[in-house]
C-alpha cells in the first residue's frame, strides 16, 4: 500500500477550520511515497523531526497527495481514491499541552487493514485513512514473534482498548509490534490467515505500561 505523504501540520486550536495550520515536515517539494507495509514488526519512520513552540497542541494534519496506490496479490498496481485526504488533509485531534525543553514522539498508525477499500465491484478501490495518533510518554508497547510464519502465511495482532480495537501484522520474519497501547491489561488475539487451518489464539494477561516495551517473546501457532 503505497501512500503519498505531501506534508505534515500543526495546530494549536480544536478547530477543525483551514486556518491556524503550520507546516513541520521533512517531505520534499511534490511529496514522498511510503509502502505501509514495509512498515510493521515495529519498523517506523520519520516524517517530521523539528523545534516547535511549547503549548498547547490541538491537532496534527496528514496531508496526502494523489499518487496513492495498492498493489494486488497478482502484481496489478490499482489507484487509491482518497478524495478527501486531497482536498482538507487528515486531521488527527492530540489535545496535549507540550512543555517546553521535554522531546515529544507522536506516533501515526495507519491501520491498513480498515483504510483500503474496495469499492462494490467496480474493481477499484479507496482510501479512507484509519490513523491513531499516539504519544510514546503515555501509552506502551507489545511486541513478539510468530515462530510458525510459514504455516500461518499472515498473521493479524489486535487487542481492544475499550470499544477501539489496536491491531498489526507480523512481518515476513513473525515479528510483530502493537503501539500507542495506553497502560492496562489486555488480551492479544493472534488471527492467523485463514486458509492456514490454524486457529485463532488469544493469550489473556498482557500487561503494558507507560514508556515501556511488553516482550511476548517467542509464540507458536
Same mark, same amino acid.
Given at each position: 500500500?503505497?501512500?503519498?505523504?505531501?506534508?505534515?501540520?500543526?495546530?494549536?486550536? @480544536?478547530?477543525? +477550520?483551514?486556518?491556524?495550520?503550520?507546516?513541520?515536515?521533512?517531505? %520534499?517539494?511534490?511529496?514522498?511515497?511510503?509502502?505501509?507495509?514495509?512498515?510493521? +514488526? /515495529?519498523? #517506523?519512520?520519520?516524517?517530521?523531526?523539528?523545534?516547535?513552540?511549547?503549548?498547547?497542541?490541538?491537532?496534527?494534519?496528514?496531508?496526502?497527495?494523489?499518487?496513492?496506490?495498492?498493489?494486488?496479490?497478482?502484481? @496489478?498496481?490499482? %489507484?487509491? #481514491?482518497?478524495?478527501?485526504?486531497?482536498?482538507?488533509?487528515?486531521?488527527?485531534?492530540?489535545?496535549?499541552?507540550?512543555?517546553?525543553?521535554? #522531546?515529544?514522539?507522536?506516533?501515526?498508525?495507519?491501520?491498513?487493514?480498515?483504510?483500503?477499500?474496495?469499492?462494490?465491484?467496480? /474493481?477499484?478501490?479507496?482510501?479512507?485513512?484509519?490513523?491513531?495518533? @499516539? @504519544?510514546?510518554?503515555?501509552?506502551?508497547?507489545?511486541?513478539?514473534?510468530?515462530?510458525?510464519?510459514?504455516?500461518?502465511?499472515?498473521?493479524?495482532?489486535?487487542?481492544?482498548? +475499550?470499544?477501539?480495537?489496536? #491491531?498489526?501484522?507480523?512481518?515476513?520474519?513473525?515479528?510483530?509490534?502493537?503501539?500507542?497501547?495506553?497502560?492496562?491489561?489486555?488480551?492479544?488475539?493472534?488471527? %492467523?490467515?485463514?486458509?492456514?487451518?490454524?486457529?485463532?489464539?488469544?493469550?489473556?494477561?498482557?500487561?503494558?505500561?507507560? /514508556?515501556?516495551?511488553?516482550?511476548? +517473546?517467542?509464540?507458536?501457532?
Amino acid at each position: 500500500v503505497n501512500i503519498d505523504v505531501r506534508d505534515i501540520m500543526i495546530k494549536n486550536t @480544536t478547530d477543525s +477550520g483551514d486556518q491556524g495550520w503550520v507546516s513541520i515536515g521533512n517531505t %520534499p517539494t511534490g511529496g514522498k511515497i511510503y509502502d505501509l507495509l514495509d512498515l510493521t +514488526g /515495529g519498523v #517506523s519512520l520519520m516524517l517530521a523531526d523539528t523545534l516547535i513552540p511549547s503549548a498547547y497542541l490541538g491537532q496534527v494534519r496528514l496531508l496526502l497527495g494523489d499518487k496513492n496506490t495498492v498493489v494486488l496479490k497478482d502484481g @496489478t498496481i490499482q %489507484p487509491l #481514491s482518497t478524495p478527501s485526504a486531497q482536498q482538507s488533509g487528515l486531521k488527527l485531534k492530540v489535545n496535549q499541552t507540550l512543555l517546553g525543553g521535554v #522531546s515529544y514522539d507522536f506516533l501515526l498508525d495507519f491501520d491498513v487493514d480498515h483504510s483500503v477499500v474496495k469499492a462494490g465491484n467496480s /474493481g477499484n478501490y479507496n482510501l479512507h485513512p484509519v490513523v491513531r495518533v @499516539t @504519544t510514546a510518554a503515555t501509552s506502551g508497547v507489545i511486541k513478539g514473534t510468530i515462530t510458525n510464519m510459514t504455516v500461518a502465511k499472515q498473521v493479524l495482532v489486535s487487542v481492544l482498548v +475499550g470499544t477501539e480495537t489496536v #491491531s498489526t501484522y507480523a512481518n515476513a520474519e513473525g515479528v510483530f509490534q502493537l503501539n500507542g497501547v495506553p497502560p492496562g491489561t489486555y488480551i492479544v488475539t493472534l488471527t %492467523p490467515d485463514p486458509t492456514s487451518g490454524l486457529l485463532v489464539k488469544t493469550i489473556p494477561d498482557v500487561v503494558v505500561a507507560n /514508556g515501556a516495551a511488553t516482550s511476548m +517473546g517467542s509464540i507458536s501457532l
